[in-house]
């Protein structure tokens, strides 16, 4: 009896260690690999496959997998993975890895490890290449081990090749994708395939630099769809989808003889005006089906069918970020909704493996546009997406120069040009303070502080008066359109920069900084108005052209105007129209703090008009039209134009936090000629804040969902104000 308790205790110890094996952080032994025919030329696609067998299943078997660029997964024939692997890279020398738990596809005995995998092979504006195809695999639990080294078998997939031009646009590190089915190995990746590769050779590690754990969630695979409707013009299948998303198109057709291309893109595929990405399939003889792996995004996919084919189906598969689209916005103007609404899904369109300012042109993260996007996900979207803007954090301070500048968009290995104020913005107020707070997760900043605090104080500098010294970096770049009056946003930007700063300061301790800071800001502070103001606006003496709204924005929303002249930048404001949607935001902003909340509707309505126009279009443009009035190339999917939702629940419905992570949050309506609107958003921990807002005469009713462990203050148009504890309370 005794000898039995020992063994079974034996049984459960060992359980015990299996299960709680740290893998993560145990030691890589896996190799990078590649196929030896490969010649790392762009837009190669290599497999893989290991059989490895395993004697004792465990409870978690997490896998460390890197790859530049993309690679699909299955085990035993199931699909694990649908497209992993990040951009590269988290720094200019290092490679992103997922972690995925592969235990549940496990069986004792032999098993079926495939890996397509899809080597770029070219730099672009948001990924580093390494200028190697390469794998890493490596899966180890307390007593089995599988790690990718010369014992996998690998080989060039030569059914995949590049179309004929046009091809992407320089910008882009993706290629088209041209899959000939006659050189197709139908089945490789199944365990019951008799397919035999050569042995895979193995790679020196060097190119691929550092290994970051991926830090944001694997992609949302919302599975294969019918379109919302399809229609036949010609020789082509225009599929409409019910939103503008990122999709890989299928099709299953049949051809006689084989040797015809399906060409597959969709409305968007010049979008802002540069060809993005598109497809091309090859027939072989009979049934078949082809999902373009190679994401692309619009309101319609086209196929262009040839003479001979016959098309049996056609679906799409949507993937994208995985969030949900938590917050909510309503009230009594239909065209208000439209925005809040077509705003949300913007948003969502340009996340991905960073923020993007379009997910067609460039899919580039300009910080400009970050900015904007990060402040809206708090109240559209479910707390995961928090992590994208942590993440492009962490990257724009990595790719920090020797002397001391930043630069968007990064990763990017074909770009490296500062736009100054972009910078300011992001490290500022509203870009990374705004992050922290939000969120509440200060977890980023003891790492970024000291870059932070370099570029402030070694790269710019003040004149003998105090004032901001412009700085031309490589592209002084204020926003789009005429009249933009770098001066005064220059001294707002890095005011606003100083102050988040100042805050980030007292947080990790360097409170020998804040005199250093405290004196650049009074100096900004005093010298302000001699320098701008001329008696009816902000102005710097340098400007040539009409009075700027965004000068005036940014002097309010700032802290830096006089408040005895608001009168006169509300008059401004009432006349003056330049910004792009990108700068608009502050303008309704500032706005909204000068109490002008009924003009700020009617502001919305005047920009938004002829966007919403479109009633075909589910997002947002980059600038107010398209084409010659779209600014920079007009793409139809900028985030950045999304700044009316985050004024809509902010304001409108008054939700902002008076401390991290909403623990403690205000309620003050600025409802203007509304007299009903409603918003939603989840805070970090999970819960949810509902506001509900009635005007009926005189009197405003408000409704407030406070979560568990937060509180808040309503503030009532007439100055009342009443604390609230959790729960539901009514305000009036």
């Not at 596809?105 to 195809?133: C, E, P, Q, V």
């Not at 001979?308 to 949507?318: G, P, T």
């Not at 939000?438 to 870059?451: E, K, L, N, Q, T």
């Not at 509902?690 to 408000?702: H, Q, S």
């Amino acid at each position: 009896m005794k000898r039995f308790f020992i063994i079974v205790m034996m049984a459960v110890c060992l359980s015990s260690c299996s299960s709680s094996y740290d893998s993560l952080n145990a030691p890589i032994k896996g190799k990078w690999i590649t196929a030896s025919s490969c010649s790392h030329k762009p837009n190669t696609w290599i497999m893989y496959r290991h059989t490895p067998v395993i004697s004792s299943l465990p409870d978690e078997m997490i896998a460390r997998i890197a790859v530049d660029s993309k690679y699909w997964l299955w085990i035993n024939g199931e699909m694990v993975v649908f497209e992993g692997g990040l951009k590269r890279g988290p720094m200019p020398e290092g490679t992103y890895y997922d972690t995925i738990d592969i235990a549940p596809y496990l069986k004792k005995g032999k098993n079926t490890i495939a890996i397509l995998m899809w080597y770029w092979g070219k730099d672009g504006f948001s990924h580093n290449s390494s200028g190697r195809a390469g794998l890493l695999f490596d899966a180890q639990s307390q007593n089995e081990i599988i790690c990718s080294d010369t014992t996998w078998t690998s080989s060039v997939y030569d059914a995949y090749s590049d179309t004929d031009a046009p091809h992407p646009n320089y910008r882009l590190p993706e290629s088209n994708i041209r899959y000939d089915a006659r050189l197709g190995i139908n089945d490789w990746y199944k365990e019951e395939s008799d397919i035999s590769l050569p042995q895979a050779i193995e790679l020196d590690s060097i190119p691929y630099g550092t290994l970051v754990a991926r830090p944001i969630p694997m992609w949302k695979d919302y599975g294969l769809k019918e379109y919302v409707d399809t229609m036949r013009c010609g020789d082509t299948l225009k599929c409409r989808l019910p939103y503008n998303c990122h999709v890989t198109p299928y099709i299953q057709l049949s051809s006689v003889d084989g040797g015809d291309t399906v060409r597959i893109m969709t409305d968007n595929y010049n979008g802002g005006s540069e060809k993005n990405v598109r497809g091309e399939y090859i027939t072989t003889s009979g049934v078949q089906e082809y999902e373009n792996l190679g994401w692309m995004n619009g309101h319609y996919v086209w196929y262009i069918i040839p003479d001979d084919v016959k098309v049996m189906s056609v679906k799409y598969r949507e993937t994208g970020y995985d969030t949900e689209f938590v917050g909510a916005f309503t009230c009594d103007d239909p065209f208000l909704n439209e925005v809040w609404k077509r705003s949300a899904r913007t948003l969502y369109v340009t996340m991905r493996d960073t923020y993007m300012d379009c997910p067609d042109r460039e899919r580039a993260q300009w910080w400009g546009d970050a900015v904007n996007e990060l402040g809206e996900a708090f109240y559209a979207l479910s707390p995961s997406s928090q992590l994208l803007a942590k993440k492009g954090i962490y990257e724009l301070m990595n790719y920090q120069r020797e002397n001391g500048t930043i630069y968007s968009p990064v990763p990017s290995g074909s770009w490296n040009t500062e736009l100054p104020l972009q910078m300011l913005a992001s490290v500022g107020w509203y870009g990374f303070y705004t992050q922290y707070y939000y969120s509440g997760d200060s977890s980023f900043v003891a790492d970024i502080y000291p870059r932070l605090h370099r570029y402030l104080h070694d790269v710019w500098q003040v004149d003998e008066k105090g004032m901001t010294i412009l700085r031309k970096g490589e592209w002084n770049w204020g926003d789009w359109g005429e009249d933009i009056d770098m001066g005064v946003l220059t001294s707002c930007w890095y005011y606003l920069a100083l102050k988040a700063e100042k805050e980030f300061a007292r947080m990790v301790g360097r409170n020998e900084d804040i005199p250093q800071i405290d004196t650049l800001m009074k100096g900004i502070e005093k010298g302000f108005d001699e320098a701008f103001w001329n008696g009816r606006v902000y102005r710097s003496k340098e400007h040539i052209g009409a009075d700027d709204d965004r000068a005036q924005a940014m002097a309010v929303v700032s802290g830096l105007a006089n408040k005895e002249y608001y009168p006169h930048i509300i008059e401004a404001l009432k006349k003056e129209y330049h910004a792009s949607p990108y700068m608009e935001k502050y303008v309704l902003e500032a706005l909204y703090m000068l109490g002008e909340d009924t003009f700020a509707l009617q502001r919305i309505h005047d920009r938004y008009a002829k966007m919403l126009a479109y009633e075909d279009y589910t997002t947002l443009f980059e600038g107010w039209g398209i084409g010659a009035e779209g600014f920079g190339g007009g793409t139809i999917n900028h985030a950045w134009s999304g700044g009316p939702l985050t004024m809509m629940s902010q304001k409108v419905c008054g939700i902002t936090p008076t401390s991290p992570a909403f623990k403690t949050f205000c309620v003050k309506p600025q409802m203007g000629y509304l007299t009903h609107a409603s918003a939603t958003m989840m805070v970090s921990g999970g819960g949810v804040i509902n506001v509900d807002v009635k005007v009926e005469g005189e009197k405003t009713i408000v409704e407030v969902d406070v979560p568990k462990g937060h509180s808040a203050e309503v503030i009532l148009p007439c100055g009342k104000s009443v604390s609230l504890g959790e729960g539901h309370h009514v305000v009036e």
